[in-house]
C-alpha cells in the first residue's frame, strides 16, 4: 500500500509553526514558572556568591517594579551615591509575579569608594595644614569649618566602604572628627582672641553684655587693650530725639559693629542692629531703646560674629 505525501501548503506550514511556538513557549515557562525557581529567591546565589557581590531581590507587577525594587534593595544601607548595580537575572512565578536579581560588585565599588576617601582626607589634610602655618589666625579659624564638614563627608564615605567590605574595616585617618572639634576649642580658647571697643552712650554696658555671650559662644575676650587681640570689634551706638507731633517722646537708635582683622587691618564683616523707642520722656525714651538693643545683642548675635569668623 502506499502512502500518499499531502503537499506542503501554507495551510500546513501555518499549522507547523503554531506547533513549534509553543512547544518554544512551553519550554520557557518550564525555565521560568514553578519548579525552577532560582536560588536567590530565598537564599543565597551559588552564581553571584556574597563574597564577591551584595545581591538585591526585588520583586513587583511589572518588569519596570521589580527592577526598581532590587537596585532599591542594594542602595538602601548606603548614605552617599552609589554606582554600578546591574540586573542580571529575572523570573516569573505561576502568579505572574516579576522578580529581579541585582548585585553590586564588592571589589570595584570598594575601589571606587576609596579613591573618594584618599581625595576627600588629601583636602582634610591641606586645611589642617593652612591651619597649623598661618599666622594670619582669622584664615586659620575660617579653615576650621570647611575641614569638619570634609571629615564628616569623608567619614560617611568610610561608614559605606566598611559596608562593602566585608571584614568591616575601613581606614585610618590622622586627623579625625574628634581631634578636629577639640582642636578648634583649643584653639579658641587658647591661640584665637577678640577684643571689644564700642563707642557711644551706655558703650560699656552694651560691651559686657556683648562680651558675655561671645564667651558663651566659647571665645576668648580681651579687655579693653587690642595690641594681642587676633580681631577687634569696633562698635559706635547712637541714640537720636526725635521731635514728633505728639505728647509721647521718641528716641530712635541704631548700632553698628565692625568685625576688624588685626593681620591686615582690613574689615570683614558688619551687623546692624536699629529701631525706635516711644514713651512719656526722654529719658525713659532712650532706657527703653538701651533695653531693646541688649536684648538684640542675644546668642543670635553672637552667632552672626560666629559665622563671620568661620567664614559661614
Sequence with gaps: MKTVKKPFTPERRLTVAAGMLFLFLSLSACSLFGDKQPDWISG????????????GVGHGDSERSAEKNAVATIVQPFRTPIKGAEIVETWVDSTKQVYK?????????????GDRIEEL??????????????????????????????????????????????????HTFEVTLGKAEADLQNFLAKEFS????????????VRAVLAEYLTAEGFSILGQS???ANIIIKGKLAFKKLDMPSKHKFIQWHAVFQLINQA?????????????????????AEQAALET???QIDKNFAKDIFAYVFGN
Design 44 to 55: 543565597p546565589s551559588a552564581k553571584y556568591p556574597e563574597s564577591s557581590y551584595i545581591l
Design 101 to 113: 536579581l541585582a548585585i553590586l560588585d564588592r571589589r570595584k565599588t570598594a575601589r571606587m569608594l
Design 121 to 170: 582626607n588629601g583636602i582634610v589634610n591641606r586645611y589642617d595644614q593652612v591651619i597649623l602655618d598661618s599666622a594670619d589666625k582669622l584664615m586659620a579659624a575660617q579653615s576650621y569649618e570647611p575641614m569638619i564638614q570634609t571629615i564628616k563627608k569623608r567619614d560617611t564615605y568610610d561608614r559605606d566602604y566598611r559596608t562593602v567590605n566585608l571584614n568591616r574595616q575601613g
Design 194 to 205: 577678640i577684643a571689644i571697643k564700642i563707642i557711644g552712650p551706655n558703650a560699656e554696658q
Design 226 to 228: 587690642t595690641q594681642t
Design 264 to 284: 591686615n587691618n582690613k574689615e570683614f564683616g558688619t551687623i546692624l542692629r536699629k529701631g525706635r523707642e516711644v514713651h512719656v520722656s526722654y529719658q525713659a
Design 293 to 295: 538693643l541688649i536684648k
